[in-house]
């Protein structure tokens, strides 16, 4: 019976073991970052390399899949679209989402879609032409002007949108 419980532990260790390597020899997207805890869209590898100092070595690896390398200047990475998704229910403890939301400043915005989804806090996805997520932002502690100058730093606007120069007719 010892055995028998010895070889089922040891399956069990390889399959787990399996799934591990697996993981972390793939590429992990934002939303496997997300689903880790981890946000892709703000996480620095300095951060990873720090993990050591609190015995949390083992978390390593997932961190070094989800962060972006330290650079000396900032680059402001920009998106074609954007999806703000929230709870109505949620309205009452985030009165500065349900702000933005009602009001007219998410029409400025023509690639912003806004989704209603139960039970969830407010998040921005940002994706790509697409429409393929790139980064997940939690917005819960933003007020109306944060999210409104977010997008406006981040979003592109049809102008850039449209550089078909063959479409547009501009040199």
Not at 131 to 137: A, E, H, M, T
Request: glycine share 4%.
């Amino acid at each position: 019976m010892a055995t028998v419980a010895v070889r089922f532990n040891l399956w069990v260790g390889l399959f787990i073991s399996y799934i591990f390597v697996t993981k972390v020899l793939a590429e992990f997207s934002a939303e496997d970052c997300w689903s880790l805890g981890l946000n892709k869209a703000n996480l620095l590898c300095s951060s990873c390399d720090s993990l050591s100092t609190f015995d949390l070595d083992i978390l390593k690896e997932h961190c070094n899949q989800c962060c972006h390398r330290d650079e000396s200047g900032y680059t402001v990475k920009r998106y074609a679209q954007a999806r703000l998704e929230v709870c109505t229910c949620k309205f009452g403890a985030y009165p500065q989402i349900q702000a933005f939301v009602k009001s007219d400043r998410p029409a400025k915005f023509p690639n912003l879609q806004i989704k209603y989804v139960r039970g969830l806090d407010p998040i921005i996805k940002l994706m790509d032409k697409d429409g393929n997520v790139q980064d997940v932002l939690a917005i819960d502690k933003w007020n109306t002007d944060s999210v409104e100058e977010f997008l406006k730093t981040h979003l592109l606007s049809d102008d850039e949108e449209n550089t078909d120069y063959l479409k547009t007719n501009m040199v």
